[in-house]
């Protein structure tokens, strides 16, 4: 069974800009995350899409957006980037996500913000 | 608020060793736990869960012990093998909350 892909795994931006990541599950898995990871904070959670519904959001911005697709494809979204933007973003999938459920992660996309 | 702490960010343990890897929480609402270990430029790998009902779980050289009085999960590996090398996370989730809570992580370096 194919693990979760990213696309792009790099991307370079300039501040201001905006940017779309994309996020393909585990085939079967319904519940998509993002986190976001930056040296010395660990993993952010940003927020969970389950069937198209975002069921839960992290403190961040409203810059930070994201959607999921009736396929559970996700993709998240920010725009009018900032320099401190700059970091890992990873997509974990899971069946349920939430009580003994694991998420499996993809590779990332590293993200720079000059 | 971290609810959620590894307060060792580094761990150096010799080849064939234990190594022993904290984690503490404070929301006595999780009931999910889960160790996820990290290679440079790579996602979070799945290493072993355990569930509030237990108070331990093996998996070959990986066992997870969890005191719930104490709110403290630990990760012992053993032997310690130099392929160990990375950044061991922690995480911890509640039922009907859909998210999971990480810790800043423990970088462990296996000396050969």
């Known amino acids: 069974k194919a693990g979760v892909t990213q696309t792009p795994r790099y991307l370079i931006k300039t501040r201001g800009q905006q940017v779309t990541l994309s996020c393909s599950p585990i085939s079967g898995h319904r519940s998509v995350s993002w986190y976001q990871q930056t040296p010395g904070q660990g993993l952010q959670f940003l927020f969970e899409y389950f069937s198209e519904t975002q069921r839960n959001k992290g403190n961040f911005p409203g810059r930070f957006s994201g959607r999921q697709f009736s396929n559970s494809r996700s993709e998240m979204n920010v725009s009018t980037l900032e320099l401190g933007d700059s970091a890992l973003y990873l997509c974990a999938s899971s069946f349920l996500a939430g009580g003994e459920d694991t998420q499996y992660f993809g590779p990332g996309t590293r993200l720079t913000v000059l | 608020d971290q609810q959620v702490k590894q307060n060792s960010p580094s761990l150096s343990v010799q080849e064939g060793r234990i190594s022993i890897l904290n984690c503490d929480y404070t929301n006595s609402m999780f009931d999910y736990f889960l160790w996820y270990k990290k290679y440079p430029a790579e996602g979070p790998t799945f290493l072993i869960s355990?569930?509030?009902?237990?108070d331990k779980n093996e998996d070959g050289r990986f066992t997870v012990f969890l005191n719930k009085s104490a709110k403290h999960l630990s990760l012992h590996i053993v032997p310690s093998q130099p392929g160990d090398s990375a950044v061991y996370f922690c995480a911890a989730g509640g039922s009907g909350t859909y998210k999971y809570i990480f810790g800043t992580g423990t970088r462990l370096k296996v000396l050969a």
């Open positions: 355990i569930s509030s009902i237990k």
